[in-house]
């Protein structure tokens, strides 16, 4: 079993900054993904930052503002947001797909996180 924990929310003024982190704990052999996505109220989850080959990939919505980084020795990955606006105001979501120790040896799973509210409003 694999724990996802978002954490870092908050409200904030446009204009400001928050730092996400996500914390990944459990039977896990290794970690392939961790990825942010995020839903407002009426849209579909979007991808806000992921990385695909090595790459970090950025939602045209946020480049320049926001950054992700990992730190692999505490199974986290942040989400440094700068310059805040209120079409950033939704639930943030922490995805991660890990090989998991299993009775039968080890299996690729994914799991979500439970989300974390970010509002930017003044």
């Known amino acids: 079993q694999v724990h996802v924990v978002e954490s870092g929310g908050g409200l904030v003024q446009p204009g400001g900054s928050l730092r996400l982190a996500c914390a990944a704990s459990?039977?896990?052999?290794?970690?392939?993904?961790m990825d942010w996505y995020r839903q407002a109220p009426g849209n579909q989850r979007e991808l806000v930052a992921g990385?695909?080959?090595?790459?970090?990939n950025y939602a045209d919505s946020v480049k320049g503002r926001f950054t992700l980084s990992r730190d692999n020795d505490k199974n986290t990955v942040y989400l440094q947001m700068n310059s805040l606006k209120p079409e950033d105001t939704a639930v943030y979501y922490c995805?991660?797909?890990?090989?998991?120790?299993?009775?039968?040896?080890?299996?690729?799973?994914?799991?979500w996180g439970q989300g974390t509210q970010v509002t930017v409003s003044s």
């Open positions: 995805n991660v797909e890990v090989v998991e120790r299993t009775a039968a040896g080890s299996a690729q799973f994914s799991y």
């Open positions: 459990g039977s896990i052999i290794s970690i392939n993904v």
């Open positions: 990385t695909t080959g090595g790459i970090i």
